[in-house]
C-alpha cells in the first residue's frame, strides 16, 4: 500500500555546510536529505560524511523525514558513506545513479533497523529497467523512487527546460513503475532558484504526472512544493463523499455508484482513502 506520509517537499541540504543542517531542523518540508554527493566537493566529503551522521544521530528534526545520500559505490567514496549512513540509521539511505537489480541489491544489503533504501532514477539505463528496479522492493528495503532529471538531461544530451517535453515519456513511465510495485515517487529538482513562476508551473505539472512530492535545492522553493503536492479542500470534499457513500449499509455490495450525477467505483474508494489519509497527515503535522 502506498503510504499516506506527506513527502511533498524533499530539500537537499550540503553536510559539509553545519549551518545549512541546523537551518533544516525549523524548515516546512517534509523530507531533509543530507546530501554527500553533488552538492559537497571531493575535499570536503569526508567532513560531509561525519556531520551527516552526527546531525542524524542527535535529531533534533521534529516531523521530517531524515535521509542520507551517498555517493555512488563506484566512487572512492561511496562504501566509507553508505557505512557511515547505515550505522546513523535514518529514515532512509538514497543511492544515486541506480540502473539495474543488482545495484539496488548492493545498497540494501548494507542497511539494518528500521531505514529504508530511495534509489535515484537518474541513468538511461535505468529507464530500461524500471520495472524490474521497482519490482524489488517486494524482497528488499526498497520505498521511494526520486527522479534525478539533471543527470538524465545530461546523459540525454536533451534540453531540460520548463516543460520538460523531452522527458515526459521517462517522467510518466516512471511514476507508473513506482505506481505498479506500491512505491512513493518524487519529481526532479527545479534549477531556477529566483524563477517563482516556472518552479509553480513545474511543480504543478509534477503533480499531475502524479508524483507525490518535489525534490527541491533551495528553501524558498518548499512553500510553493507544498502547495502543489497537497489535497486541495474540494478534492478532499469530494474524498469524503465518496467514503461516506460507500460507508453506507446499503451499497455494502456495490461495485458502483452513483454520487452526485457521477459514477465512482471501488477503485475510487481507495484512492479517495488514501487522499484523505495524506490531508489528515498534513494537518496534524
Known amino acids: 500500500m502506498i503510504a499516506a506520509r506527506p513527502r511533498r517537499s524533499a530539500l ?5 555546510n553545519a549551518r545549512a543542517i541546523e537551518k533544516a531542523r525549523d524548515l516546512a518540508c517534509d523530507v531533509v536529505i543530507l546530501d554527500l554527493e553533488d552538492a559537497v566537493a571531493p575535499d570536503a566529503k569526508d567532513l560531509a560524511r561525519d556531520q551527516a551522521a552526527a546531525a542524524v544521530k542527535a535529531g533534533g528534526f521534529g516531523r521530517r523525514e ?5 555517493n555512488g559505490l563506484d566512487t572512492p567514496w561511496g562504501a566509507a558513506d553508505l557505512t557511515a549512513a547505515a550505522a546513523a540509521r535514518p529514515a532512509a539511505i538514497l543511492a544515486p545513479k541506480v540502473s539495474s537489480p543488482a545495484d539496488v541489491a548492493a545498497y540494501d544489503r548494507a542497511l539494518t533497523g528500521d531505514t529504508r533504501l530511495w534509489v535515484m532514477i537518474e541513468t538511461c539505463a535505468s ?3 524500471l520495472n524490474e528496479i521497482a519490482a524489488c522492493a517486494a524482497a528488499s528495503r526498497l520505498e521511494t523512487l526520486v527522479i534525478g532529471t539533471n543527470d538524465l538531461a545530461k546523459e540525454m544530451r536533451c534540453r531540460l527546460t520548463v516543460e520538460r517535453a523531452p522527458l515526459a515519456g521517462p517522467l510518466s513511465l516512471s511514476v507508473a513503475a513506482a505506481r ?5 515517487i518524487l519529481d526532479g529538482v527545479f534549477n531556477g532558484i529566483e524563477d517563482d513562476e516556472g518552479l509553480a508551473r513545474q511543480c504543478a505539472q509534477g503533480a499531475e504526472f502524479g508524483f507525490d512530492g ?4 533551495h528553501p524558498r522553493q518548499i512553500e510553493a512544493a507544498n502547495t502543489a503536492f497537497s489535497p486541495a479542500p474540494d478534492e478532499v470534499q469530494w474524498a469524503r463523499r ?3 457513500a460507500f460507508d453506507s449499509p446499503e451499497n455494502a455490495a456495490k461495485g458502483v455508484l452513483r454520487v452526485e450525477g457521477r459514477m465512482v467505483e471501488r477503485l475510487h474508494l481507495a484512492e479517495a482513502q488514501r487522499l484523505i489519509a495524506v490531508a489528515e497527515a498534513i494537518a496534524a503535522a
Open 127 to 129: 529507464l530500461f529497467a
Open 214 to 217: 518535489k525534490t527541491l535545492i
Open 12 to 16: 537537499y541540504m550540503p553536510a559539509a
Open 242 to 244: 465518496i467514503v461516506e
Open 180 to 184: 505498479a510495485h506500491g512505491l512513493t
Open 66 to 70: 531524515v535521509v542520507i545520500r551517498v
